[in-house]
């Protein structure tokens, strides 16, 4: 699934946007661990999905840690045929080497239903349309989660991967927050301002 012929010539230009800002700013994940606002954890917790970051994603490890500290369960999401599995994990567990370069818990790792996740990308606007890699696990992990219950999305992102617009097709699911190494943008609200007046 690689959607739409913008979404793919975007793709290209933010990877290098994204690789232009890991290289200028080194000390980013540790300072987005200090800025993220733990009442989102209270609020939305307490199973808290991360990743294992690739290439220049910026590493949610730090903030994975400040989270555990305060009382979270994380996991990390493991692939299969029918899509994204989450699967109890904690910072020196051991990770399988698995396809795409992902390391992810084993399939015996217990399984489990998280309601904040933590979600790399591309790009972000301020309605929360989020720009992925173009294969769509992420879109129906979280619309499987909604469907089921409560699931928040918090982007972890530089702040220039935050643009003006990114292109959305009906299957994407939309970001509630994003975090980034200079502060939160509260998409939700965002998203609920621009709808009152476009209405």
Not at 40 to 48: D, K, N, Q, S, W
Not at 51 to 75: F, K, T
Request: proline share 9%.
């Amino acid at each position: 699934m690689q959607g739409h012929p913008d979404k793919i010539e975007l793709r290209h230009r933010m990877r290098t946007i994204r690789a232009e800002a890991a290289a200028r700013d080194p000390d980013a994940a540790e300072r987005l661990a200090d800025l993220f606002p733990m009442k989102l954890l209270e609020r939305y917790g307490p199973v808290v999905s991360g990743y294992v970051a690739i290439n220049e994603e910026l590493d949610p490890l730090p903030l994975m840690r400040r989270l555990e500290a305060a009382g979270a369960e994380l996991c990390l999401p493991r692939m299969a045929e029918g899509g994204i599995s989450w699967r109890l994990w904690s910072p020196g567990e051991p990770l399988e080497r698995r396809p795409f370069g992902l390391s992810e818990p084993s399939a015996d790792a217990p399984e489990v239903v998280p309601t904040l996740i933590l979600t790399p990308l591309l790009a972000f606007d301020g309605k929360g349309n989020r720009l992925g890699y173009g294969r769509g696990h992420y879109d129906a992990a979280l619309s499987a989660l909604r469907a089921e219950g409560r699931a928040f999305a918090c982007a972890v992102a530089y702040a220039a991967q935050q643009i003006d617009s990114v292109p959305a097709e009906a299957h994407d699911q939309p970001l509630d927050w994003a975090v980034t190494p200079i502060g939160s943008v509260p998409l939700f609200m965002m998203r609920n301002m621009a709808a009152l007046k476009e209405g």
